[in-house]
């Protein structure tokens, strides 16, 4: 899945990089299912997967 942490703005566009992350099965069954873990120390980047960069158009936001 998608994990969004950072948002660059310009004055064009919105960049949103999505980094690749997964998810570890086992530590969320047993560690933290017994609370020896928190969620976030389940989570894991998947270098295996390339990093997206998604470019929104900022004519396409609304205007205040």
């Known amino acids: ?3 969004f942490h950072d948002i660059l703005a310009t004055e064009n566009y919105y ?3 999505e ?3 997964s998810i570890d099965v086992w ?3 047993t560690r933290y299912m017994v609370g020896q873990a928190c969620i976030a120390e389940c989570l894991y980047l998947d270098t295996s997967k390339p990093m997206k960069v998604l470019p929104h158009s900022a004519a396409m ?3 205040r």
């Open 15 to 17: 960049v949103l990089p």
């Open 1 to 3: 899945f998608g994990f």
């Open 27 to 29: 530590k969320l069954l």
């Open 19 to 21: 980094n690749p992350m």
């Open 61 to 63: 936001m609304p205007r």
